[in-house]
């Protein structure tokens, strides 16, 4: 089999915003594992890749790609195969890599020849979301409009209107040691002139033409990273986070073409990018949320140790911080949240049992077989509110750290790697999964008024 395999990843999401993310490469695996795996010398690569997956952004596809062939290759095809089928399960792969990805488990141990290798920008995408009404602003007034028929156009139509060289993006990175930097060229780019501010960890652009105030900004932003320290053990990060913030959608448009490259489909609130550690996103007037910022950063945090977290979590968790409040320093509690809820209690009777849902990979939980988009819709929301129901009885981090410390290797007597997590779940709640679901469909109706019943999966191809 001879492969050649050039592949640019952009995953995407749906959600709140954007996110998004990596760069991976320099900032995480080192160069040498690669060079190595490229001239075909396994043996030697193997031990540097496994390395890769403990440093901060070493869990990423590619890692798990090169570990998968190299195991193949080396004769130890069932490690081989775990680690392409984890790369398959936990990453959001475009269709034409998963069908590589596919055919490389299925002649695994039948010298591949495989060249080039994969090469993944990750981008996260949130769109989906619009604003209810001109000049309304904030999570809280914008809704998943699950009926709308484009809304599948929009999600799939990002564009990379020019690729940012890699060596550029790292380039933009500053040194949180060496303290506030003058406006870069980056920023001069702009004729809007934005307001660049600094605090302990974030460089805020902020293209609102108002009042900010910047306190309460920073603040929010500090006590998020804080509580990510705490809560799910995320690295304080060395360099400044830049945080680029639209009052609208054509600035939005703007900072990313200009800063990243990309033109996103109409009614992106935002996203994030890992290799310049950045986030973009549209928050209206002063008393507006910092919701969708909060999403992304959220996929921006969880990649620095959880490059292959899975989609239930990482949407779910992120979806939670949209709508949270400031408890202390260093916590934020997830709240109600209008518009998802709406969908979820709308579509509660075709949800997933949460045993299904946490086994979900990327293609499953973002729906790809249904054309009308609830089905992602739903997934989302009932993640998000999954992710609430743990914060509230106290097992939020237990199963963000337990899901994280799983192993490629403690998937090998598994029919899906996925099935872990369930049990993992179930262990950490001290309950089964059926009792986790039931556990969780009466928290939900007592908190939201909203009649549960059993879910079924009749109506509605999951
Ligand atoms: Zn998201």
Redesign the pocket.
Known sequence: MKISLECYLLTA?T???L?VVQGAQSQGCGSDARALWQQGDYTQAVPLLRDCLNQPYGREPEVFYMLGVSYCELGQQQYGKCCLRWLLERFDLPTQTRRIVDSLVADCGTSLSVTASLRVTGV?I?AGVSWVGAGSHGETKSFYNVEDPLRRSFVDSLVVVHNVAESELHGRLRNIADGPTPPDSIVAAFPAHPNVQYSPHFRFIDFRNLYVDATRRELYFETMMQCFVRLYKVPLPEHYISVYIAPDSRQFQDIALKVHGLAFPARTLGYSFQDDASVVGITGGEQSSYGTLM?ELC?LLVRTNFGDIPPWLD?GL?ALYEVSERVGSDSLLGGRNPWRENVLSKYWAVRAPLSELVTMDWPKFKGDADSTGIRQAVNEAEARYFMFYLQEIGKLSAVYSTIQAMQVSSSQNFDSLNQLQASAISTVVGQSMPQVDSSFASWYSTLTGFETSDPTSKSMER
């Open positions: 999401l959600a709140l915003g996110g996260t949130s999403h996929h949407e992120a």
